[in-house]
């Protein structure tokens, strides 16, 4: 299933159904009911709108989706990976770590994953792939030109409930503060909403 959104439908009249722009759920456009997607373990809500990036993995057009608390990013369909603007990740991370309940077992570092070579579906350029250092043990492809971080699917669920690193709670209000600080800094380069 390449596209999710163009097979959501309507469970009460069966019409196909539309994400309400900026926001995590879909609204059917005939009959007015809701539909809210299940987050992945990664913590992302599928909405299924076309995106703006490639997927680096499956090169098929990544789509809209959601993660944390309504942070807009990108992912795709078929492997379920995450674009995550660099601005961004910070925020996404901590976001996620607020509401972790869960702290698994910490897994060892998959070096297979250091021989990957990705490149940026935006700019063309081999992506930096690298060990991520804020905890989970994963490797992630950075594109250092485009501000674009990829995770595989499961990553970011790895780094979220990894027991080295931990959150303050009060870093809630620096989340919110600075939320509309990134997606402005997202919609100026056009790459997010």
Same mark, same amino acid.
């Given at each position: 299933?390449?596209?999710?959104?163009?097979?959501?439908?309507?469970?009460?009249?069966?019409?196909?159904?539309?994400?309400?722009?900026?926001?995590?759920?879909?609204? +059917?456009?005939? *009959? &007015?009911?809701?539909?809210?997607?299940? =987050?992945?373990?990664? !913590?992302?809500? #599928?909405?299924?709108?076309?995106?703006?990036?490639?997927?680096?993995?499956?090169?098929?057009?990544?789509?809209?989706?959601?993660?944390?608390?309504?942070?807009?990013?990108?992912?795709?369909?078929?492997?379920?990976?995450?674009?995550?603007?660099?601005?961004?990740?910070?925020?996404?991370?901590?976001?996620?770590?607020?509401?972790?309940?869960?702290?698994?077992?910490?897994?060892?570092?998959?070096?297979?994953?250091?021989?990957?070579?990705?490149? +940026?579906?935006? *700019? &063309?350029?081999?992506?930096?792939?690298? =060990?991520?250092?804020? !905890?989970?043990? #994963?490797?992630?492809?950075?594109?250092?030109?485009?501000?674009?971080?990829?995770?595989?699917?499961?990553?970011?669920?790895?780094?979220?409930?990894?027991?080295?690193?931990?959150?303050?709670?009060?870093?809630?209000?620096?989340?919110?503060?600075?939320?509309?600080?990134?997606?402005?800094?997202?919609?100026?380069?056009?790459?997010?909403?």
């Amino acid at each position: 299933m390449d596209n999710p959104h163009s097979t959501i439908t309507c469970g009460s009249c069966g019409a196909p159904i539309a994400p309400v722009p900026g926001k995590d759920y879909f609204v +059917c456009p005939y *009959c &007015g009911a809701y539909y809210f997607p299940e =987050a992945s373990q990664d !913590g992302v809500k #599928i909405l299924g709108e076309p995106g703006s990036l490639t997927c680096p993995v499956c090169k098929i057009p990544l789509v809209t989706a959601v993660i944390g608390q309504d942070f807009h990013v990108q992912a795709c369909s078929r492997c379920r990976g995450v674009m995550v603007s660099q601005d961004l990740l910070a925020f996404v991370i901590r976001s996620l770590r607020l509401t972790s309940k869960k702290i698994d077992d910490t897994l060892p570092l998959d070096r297979s994953g250091l021989n990957i070579q990705r490149f +940026c579906q935006t *700019c &063309g350029r081999k992506m930096d792939t690298h =060990a991520y250092e804020g !905890g989970g043990n #994963i490797v992630i492809d950075v594109c250092i030109h485009c501000g674009l971080v990829w995770f595989d699917y499961g990553e970011i669920k790895r780094v979220v409930t990894s027991p080295e690193i931990g959150i303050n709670r009060q870093e809630m209000g620096v989340i919110d503060e600075f939320k509309e600080h990134v997606e402005t800094l997202n919609k100026r380069k056009g790459l997010f909403f």
